[in-house]
Nanobody
Framework: QVQLVESGGGSVQAGGSLRLSCAAS????????MTWFRQAPGKGREGVAS????????YYADSVKGRFTISRDSAKTTVYLEMNSLKPEDTAMYYC????????????????????????WGQGTQVTVSS
């Protein structure tokens, strides 16, 4: 049974930092594009960053480029999202997602705009940034 379990959310002031974790289990970690999405109240689900499990290549949405860093630890089958210089507009529920993928599709950001094609989702972790 595939499980994606997020942790690390919380409340911070603008300019602060948080590190989210996504522990994956129940499937082969290799060959997957791991993506962080977020969803603010009343808005659609937005892709934030992707990484390919086999080689660690990454792709970022423009809204977080330079502030967020996605990484993976294959030995721990865990994906991280390091978030720095947080802004109030980063407030959202953050979801970890997994999809079997080629490296090229993941690196091109194909899945950030296609949440409907994602195979597996975590339950989400809340991030709140106050001004």
């Amino acid at each position: 049974q595939v499980q994606l379990v997020e942790s690390g959310g919380g409340s911070v002031q603008a300019g602060g930092s948080l590190r989210l974790s996504c522990a994956a289990s129940g499937y082969s970690f290799n060959g997957y594009c791991m993506t962080w999405f977020r969803q603010a109240p009343g808005k659609g689900r937005e892709g934030v960053a992707s990484t390919y499990t086999n080689n660690g290549r990454t792709y970022y949405a423009d809204s977080v480029k330079g502030r967020f860093t996605i990484s993976r630890d294959s030995a721990k089958t865990t994906v991280y999202l390091e978030m720095n210089s947080l802004k109030p507009e980063d407030t959202a529920m953050y979801y970890c997602a997994a999809k079997p993928s080629s490296s090229d599709d993941c690196y091109s950001g194909s899945w950030l705009t296609r949440p409907e094609d994602i195979n597996y989702w975590g339950q989400g972790t809340q991030v709140t940034v106050s001004s």
